[in-house]
């Protein structure tokens, strides 16, 4: 078990700092003075530059989902503040497009510096609001920031083209130019990075943007945009709003200034934004709900297996879009798997994030535990065997207890909907085409995982499975290297790589003619 907890969450916390979790865990009030005192606790939105309150004074509070507490209260903003962002992102563009890619290169890595040297304060508030454990908190501000430093070199690096002619006397120049103002919405379940992974390349190409974070958790991306201002990202280049969703979401959609959507989210809410992108033909970009099938052959190295698929499905306790959502077991080890997962899943310690030997933390909120109750219901009452948990955790409110359900089938609801919450649900299969079969049998595309020790089974079921991202012997792969997104209904574009700044670049093709002498 003590590979299983280290390969699913990393190294220890830094010395200092687990001293003030034993203080903050049983008062976390303490977390959030500390917070309030190193200027992190921002509590209004970001226009313009200036912090500001919602035109009409109303609030909404953010509440951590582990103890139901109100953290903080912050602006309930909608349509006038999302207008007044987009004229103010719309303004900085001319600006902040015209600084030398060097320049704005500079300006992100010193936001890469200062997130890393708050990283601590910043795991906190991702904690307080979000739930995940402090260290999956502190893995999350690293990969976060991981996007600001790549884009802050990709700047430099936005090259066009010289085509040969096909006329003598014209030279054919392809431009790359920033698209204009992004509107920028992201979910609850990354706070920081679903933010970094869209602004790192947005500003770094030279466009400008309003972010709306999850109303959920606001206060992160409130803190990094702190961070930013402090970094020198010019005023406007970067604003905040949140609130009444739809409406701001509306006001993004209906702007002509606004040239891009980029959204991290559910599917149903990504189809109205690229419906509503529509009427003004806006460039879009979705990440999209997944329904992961991770795939355990015959041939796994059965440790490889386990430690791999407690990573791809406990992650953040089971919610994110990445997570395994279907185990697909082949007949010949899947007693031998089921067993020794289950143990590892038993011994997987529940509790309030800010509690050092927290690995499994509390769901967002209660009706996401409702959710995943009811799909646990549905699966053992059509015949699903619980192996582990399969009840709400004593510490009640938003924990479930971690999970492992036998003898799933497709009949029941848990292997064609994302769970989003810490239950892993085991399918058992006869042949490699089967597996295939029934992993692509989705409208989802996002991540795939597959164990396996045959280099040609690897190459041959990577090759054959609709989707974006696929896992060889490896449960966690996400990195700001390589491209993340998803084939099917799991969305449009990639995020991350160099790839992902081609999402907020148009191509400019310039024509210069009658370039002999006369
Ligand atoms: P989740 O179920 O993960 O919260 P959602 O798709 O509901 O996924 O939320 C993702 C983001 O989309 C959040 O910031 C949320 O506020 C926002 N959102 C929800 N509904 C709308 C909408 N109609 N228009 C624009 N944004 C929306």
């Not at 912090?51 to 582990?66: L, R």
């Not at 031998?336 to 997962?341: I, L, M, N």
Request: aromatic share 6%; with cysteine; glycine share 10%.
């Amino acid at each position: 078990m003590a590979m299983c907890r280290a390969g699913l969450l990393g190294s220890r916390l830094p010395h200092p700092f687990r001293i003030l979790c034993r203080q903050m865990s049983t008062e976390p009030r303490v977390a959030v003075d500390r917070l309030r005192q190193s200027g992190l606790l921002r509590t209004q939105g970001l226009i313009g530059g200036k912090w500001i309150d919602a035109y009409d004074g109303k609030t909404i509070p953010v509440h951590n989902p582990a103890t139901g507490d109100v953290i903080a209260n912050v602006p309930f903003m909608g349509r006038n503040e999302a207008i007044n962002a987009i004229s103010s992102a719309h303004e900085a563009f001319t600006s902040w497009s015209k600084l030398t890619a060097n320049e704005r290169s500079k300006r992100l890595r010193k936001w890469y510096d200062l997130i890393i040297s708050h990283k601590e304060d910043l795991a906190l508030l991702i904690t307080l609001e979000q739930g995940k454990p402090l260290k999956e908190s502190l893995g999350e501000v690293n990969y976060g920031a991981s996007f600001i430093e790549f884009f802050a070199e990709e700047a430099k690096r936005i090259y066009g083209d010289i085509i040969p002619p096909t006329i003598d006397d014209r030279r054919l120049l392809v431009l790359k130019q920033p698209v204009g103002v992004v509107g920028a919405i992201t979910p609850w379940n990354f706070p920081l990075a679903m933010i970094t992974r869209k602004v790192g390349p947005a500003l770094a190409s030279g466009c400008t943007a309003v972010v709306k974070p999850s109303e959920y958790t606001p206060l992160t991306a409130l803190a990094a945009a702190e961070l930013a201002l402090q970094a020198g990202i010019s005023p406007g280049a970067l604003n905040i709003v949140f609130g009444n969703a739809p409406d701001i979401g509306d006001s993004l959609l209906e702007s002509t200034k606004v040239r891009k959507i980029t959204f991290t989210g559910s599917t149903a809410v990504g189809k109205k934004l690229m419906a509503g992108s529509a009427s003004t033909v806006k460039k879009i970009s979705l990440e999209l709900g997944g329904n992961a099938p991770c795939i355990v052959f015959d041939d796994a190295d059965l440790d490889v297996a386990v430690k791999g698929t407690l990573a791809a499905k406990f992650r953040n306790s089971g919610q994110t879009c990445v997570c395994a959502n279907r185990i697909l077991v082949q007949e010949g080890i899947y007693d031998k798997f089921a067993s020794a997962f289950a143990k590892a899943v038993q011994a997987l310690e529940v509790g309030n994030g800010l509690i050092e030997t927290t690995v499994q933390g509390p769901l967002i909120n209660e009706a996401a535990l409702e959710k995943v109750e009811s799909l646990v219901k549905d699966a053992t009452g059509k015949g699903a065997d619980v192996l582990v948990g399969g009840r709400r955790h004593s510490l009640g409110r938003t924990f479930y207890e971690p999970t492992v359900l036998g003898n799933v089938n497709n009949e029941m609801l848990i292997s064609s909907q994302e769970v989003f919450g810490p239950v892993a649900p085991l399918l058992r299969f006869k042949t490699e085409e089967e597996a295939i079969q029934i992993a692509n049998d989705t409208n989802a595309g996002l991540a795939a995982y597959i164990f396996t020790s045959s280099m040609p089974r690897s190459w041959r079921v990577s090759e054959a499975l609709e989707y974006g991202l696929v896992g060889v012997n490896e449960g966690l792969i996400s990195t700001e290297v390589a491209p993340f997104g998803g084939f099917k209904q799991s969305g449009l574009g990639r995020e991350g790589s160099k790839y992902g700044i081609d999402e907020y670049l148009e191509i400019k093709y310039v024509c210069l003619g009658n370039l002999k002498e006369a």
